[in-house]
């Protein structure tokens, strides 16, 4: 996975600049580790490097909170929120599910 395409996407998926999405460098790289840490042996990443970005780019938006990105009114019981919306915790595991290793496995070398 090339970090220049994880923050691509992640610069769309939180329209970024790509001067801003720049700035979040290290945690594509945390984000393309985390990923290839999950996949299974002999999965072909050049055939699905454009998924990859993009799901290491939604595991980064998970853990990314720009400041000012959400406003929130209350009155009374009523309450109105505004800015982007929440992924499901589960969206880049979604997109390359069949790249990865089941949750909890573990492979040893003997």
Known sequence: MKVEAILEEFGKLCALTSEQAQQYASLAEAAAGAIRSRLRPGADCGENSGRL????????????????????????????????SEPSPDEWRLLIGELLLPEGAQFFCV
Do not use: F, I, K, T
Request: aromatic share 10%; charged share 20%.
């Open 53 to 84: 970005a993009l799901a290491a780019a939604y595991w980064m938006r998970e853990r990314y909170e720009p400041s000012g990105s959400q406003s929130s009114v209350r009155l009374g019981e009523l309450s109105v929120s505004a800015g982007r």
